[in-house]
C-alpha cells in the first residue's frame, strides 16, 4: 500500500493506506482521532470540519493522496495548542453560552467559527453578521442564536489577531 505523510496537530504522522480512501476515515479510524465527526459523507453537514494549512475544509471530501508532506492539518484536538492553552477561546465562548446539547455538530462548529474569524481578520475587520450567515454547519438540536453569540465573544477573547489559532 502507498505511504502518505502529513502534519496531524503539529506532529508529523505517515499512514500506509490506499490513496482513495477519504482523510476523515484515516483520521478517525488509522489515527484514532475522534473529534472530527462523520455525518453526511458529503461535506454537507460539516460535522467534520478541520483546519488544513489554517483554512477550514471537510475532510470527508479529502482523499489522503491529495495531501503533501507539509500539509498541517488541525482538528479539534489539537486547536488549543494554536493558541498555548488548554482550551482555545472559541472553546471558552462555547463553554460560557452553554452552545451545545448533543454535541455531536460542536467539533466541526468551533472549527468553522475560527476560520471564519481569522478570515475576517486578515481581511483587515472584525467578524461580522454576514460572516455568521455564510457558515452552514448544521446543528440538529438547533442551537444557532448561541452558536452566533459564541463566535462573536469568541471573536473577542482573541481580539488583536491573537488566538485565532489553527
Known sequence: ?????????????????EDDVRLLWVLRDVLGVTGPKY???????????????????????????????????TTIEGLPATVGKDLHPMQEA?????VAQCGYCQPGQIMTAVA?????REEGRDI??????????????GTYHRIREAIMA????????AGTGS
Open 39 to 73: 455525518g453526511c459523507g458529503l461535506g454537507v453537514c460539516q460535522a467534520c470540519t478541520s483546519h488544513i494549512n489554517g483554512k477550514a475544509f471537510n475532510p470527508c471530501s479529502v482523499p489522503v493522496k491529495d495531501l503533501a508532506p507539509t500539509d498541517e492539518v
Open 128 to 141: 461580522s453578521e454576514a460572516d455568521l450567515d455564510e457558515i452552514r454547519n448544521v446543528c440538529r438540536c
Open 154 to 161: 469568541g471573536a473577542k477573547r482573541s481580539a488583536g489577531g
Open 116 to 120: 471564519k474569524v481569522r478570515q475576517a
Open 94 to 98: 462555547w463553554l460560557e453560552y452553554d
Open 1 to 17: 500500500m502507498p505511504e502518505h505523510t502529513f502534519i496531524l496537530n503539529g506532529t508529523p504522522v505517515t499512514v500506509d493506506i
